[in-house]
């Protein structure tokens, strides 16, 4: 701990009510139960005043990452976002993705960087949809918000990160998501070398925090690293190397928080169980890669489907037996309406033969 | 009457700077902020390119501070400067003729480039550790074993504007490659690698010892600045650079990581500056009055520079530049006082 009080060097001021949701695009179809997580936390958990405004679009931020987005046409969308949030009567701006909160960022800096920029913006934004930009008080992702609620989380805590097993730490890998803070340190808790958004809630929680050597690599998105097919290997690639680094410290879980990482983080350890019958986890199995609402929904005693972990590529039930959370098998494969809607095929990644990395290491 | 000159700071452009002045019948009297004489070569081991012990050159100047009986205030921290004397934090004043700055530098702060993880992962030192280690007589990893394979990283807050340190401190290419040097002396057999931006070997003697370092010692120089370390689970380290003479990234895993940490110029620059009128470089050192004509001269008459306070030097340097300071306030106070 005392070492790493040390990564508290960048702090921000995060507000405490009264925030204005902006989804993401990717976490909507990947990990619906983690946005439904957050809002259920702060409204009804915690009593905080959140809204979620289906007025709002996709910042668009992928698409200009890729290049078919200009500049001008993102800085409007981000202005019309804005304004809704304030003809909404909110000023705290949240983003649950973290692209979005990149580009949020990217956009604020630099309309104060050229100013005519913004000029432009409030043209457009008024030529586009006759509404007037008004910018926010507050940036934050929504790990911020729940790193600023970790001891409130704590002290609801039904679950704690400890190995009902053994009465030890769970094993955390904290990813962060490059556009947190690689592009602007000071936008994040802790900075861009040594983030502590994520560390916070695992040690508020009672996890350990595990430091690999490839911590701060990318996880692989790249946007353009999968958007294009062929560079698919480089995305793998990345992803890869992560998993090799960490596999010696035999993490129980990976927790992310940008919506790429933990999708990628996940499904490729899928595609490297499937391509050479490699996996990562000290059981013979993957790594179950989480959501930090999903850590807090199952810290918090939520259940694992309602928080949408059926979703996963890896299955979460060893970590749901460690951590001695109460589930139905048997539900995990029921539609909303309570049907059944079917069990995919066992994958590698899944399936227990698979010799953990480190032991062949050896 | 001797002319009086207060010398603010007592390291080795001080102590030459006042033992220069008393031999020329003047009275200094060095205000040094430390409890002692020598300033930062008194945590160094041995001096490039000669490899002579630093107290071998610090013990004899601070032997002939105390034999020619050069009034000394220890612990003193000087507040103000003005032509006709010092302030002292105590808020005692000391008046004289004439006051030579000689305030040296500060060592840049390794913490700040988090990226390398000083203070977080045991074997990721600082060349100041390591000269200290030396002087200890023992160089070893955190747990006491011996390095086998060892990575110096030059311009660590030297020649970065990411930190604010756009200046080149000097001295740290020549000191990577005595450091390397003094390693393989100590570990023969194991594999010492310098990271550098360029190698600037500018005083005498130091292109032979960076050729000796490389056919002699078998050295290894990679031209490539390390983006960042992590510690491994067996507490070796793990660096990333791009070997650009190559063009390729570069992974390796390390013992021990040496940074060599550049010279800053120091924080209370500033308000000293500020008190007497004088003005800073860019980069935070005093300036001088002329590049050519006038380096130990500030922009106000009566005080003077020596050594480090107006630029990184290398003690060689800074000596030299210490006896012209001394002739420089001689030559001032004759012309001051109308002496022959």
Not at chain 1, 280 to 301: F, H, Q, R, S
Not at chain 2, 73 to 83: D, L, M
Not at chain 2, 95 to 101: L, N
């Amino acid at each position: 701990m005392s070492r790493r009080a040390s990564w508290q060097e960048y702090q921000k001021d995060i507000a405490a009510d009264r925030y204005y949701y902006a989804r993401s695009c990717i976490r909507q179809n990947f990990f619906p139960g983690s946005e439904w997580a957050f809002l259920d936390i702060l409204s009804n958990r915690l009593g905080i005043d959140i809204y979620d405004d289906p007025l709002h679009t996709s910042c668009t931020g992928i698409g200009y990452h890729s290049d078919v987005v200009p500049l001008e046409t993102i800085m409007t969308v981000v202005a019309r976002q804005f304004s809704l949030m304030a003809e909404a009567g909110y000023e705290n701006f949240v983003s649950s993705c973290i692209t979005s909160f990149g580009i949020y960022n990217e956009v604020l800096a630099t309309w104060e960087e050229f100013p005519e920029t913004e000029e432009r913006t409030r043209r457009y934004l008024r030529e586009a949809t006759g509404r007037e930009l008004v910018k926010p008080r507050s940036i934050a992702h929504t790990s911020d918000i729940i790193f600023y609620q970790r001891e409130a989380i704590a002290r609801k805590a039904k679950h704690r990160l400890i190995n009902r097993h053994t009465g030890e730490p769970l094993r955390v890998v904290e990813h962060i998501g490059c556009h947190y803070a690689k592009i602007f340190p000071k936008s994040g808790i802790g900075g861009s070398e040594f983030p502590y958004v994520l560390a916070g809630m695992i040690e508020a929680w009672g996890g350990d925090v595990v430091d690999y050597p490839e911590r701060r690599h990318c996880c692989g998105f790249g946007f353009r690293n999968y958007l294009v097919q062929a560079n698919r290997g480089s995305s793998i690639a990345n992803s890869h190397k992560k998993l090799e680094s960490m596999a010696p410290y035999k993490p129980d879980f990976i927790v992310a928080n940008c919506p790429g990482c933990a999708m990628f983080l996940d499904k490729w350890q899928y595609t490297i169980a499937e391509m050479d019958g490699m996996a990562y986890g000290a059981d013979g199995k993957g790594i179950p890669v989480l959501t930090y609402e999903e850590m807090a929904g199952l810290v918090l005693g939520y259940d694992p489907w309602q928080l949408g972990m059926q979703f996963h590529q890896v299955d979460v039930e060893p970590l749901l037996d460690k951590l001695g959370v109460e589930y139905d098998p048997g539900a995990k494969y029921l539609g909303a309406d309570g049907k059944y809607i079917g069990k995919p095929a066992d994958a590698a990644i899944n399936c227990p033969s698979q010799r953990p990395i480190y032991e062949r290491r050896k | 009457m001797a002319y009086r000159v207060v010398v603010v700071g007592g390291g080795a452009a001080g102590m030459q700077t006042a033992i220069e002045l008393k031999s020329r019948g003047i009275e200094p009297i060095i205000v040094e902020r430390d409890i002692e004489l020598g300033g930062k070569a008194r945590g160094w081991y041995k001096l490039f390119p000669t490899f002579t012990h630093a107290r071998e050159v610090i013990g004899p100047l601070a032997q002939q501070v105390k034999d020619m009986h050069i009034r000394c205030f220890y612990g003193q921290e000087v507040t103000q400067i003005a032509p006709d004397g010092v302030t002292l934090r105590s808020e005692e004043r000391i008046p004289a003729d004439a006051v030579v700055v000689a305030t040296g530098f500060t060592l840049f702060d390794a913490h700040r480039k988090q990226e390398y993880g000083y203070g977080l992962y045991d074997n990721v030192i600082t060349s100041v550790d390591l000269e200290r280690m030396m002087i200890g007589g023992r160089v070893t990893l955190a747990d006491g074993s011996e390095p086998k394979r060892i990575a110096i990283l030059h311009c660590v807050g030297s020649r970065d504007e990411k930190v604010g340190q756009k200046h080149c401190s000097k001295v740290c290419c020549i000191t990577g490659v005595k450091q390397a040097i003094e390693l393989k002396e100590m570990y023969p057999t194991a594999d010492v690698f310098n990271f550098y931006m360029d190698i600037r070997m500018f005083g005498p003697g130091y292109e032979e010892l960076y050729r000796e370092a490389q056919e002699r010692y078998n050295v290894h120089f990679v031209r490539g600045r390390i983006s960042e370390a992590a510690e491994t689970i067996n507490k070796r380290i793990q660096i990333k650079a791009e070997d650009t003479l190559t063009g390729r990234p570069l992974r390796m895993t390390v013992d021990m990581l040496v940074l060599l940490v550049g010279m800053s110029a120091n924080y209370d620059n500033v308000k000293l500056a500020a008190s007497a009128g004088l003005a800073l470089a860019p980069n935070g050192y005093f300036k001088a009055r002329d590049a050519f004509l006038g380096v130990v001269r500030s922009e106000r008459e009566g005080i003077f520079f020596a050594g480090t306070a107006t630029a990184p030097k290398s003690l060689a340097d800074t000596l030299a530049e210490a006896s012209l300071t001394a002739s420089a306030v001689d030559a001032y106070l004759k012309e001051k006082f109308n002496i022959e």
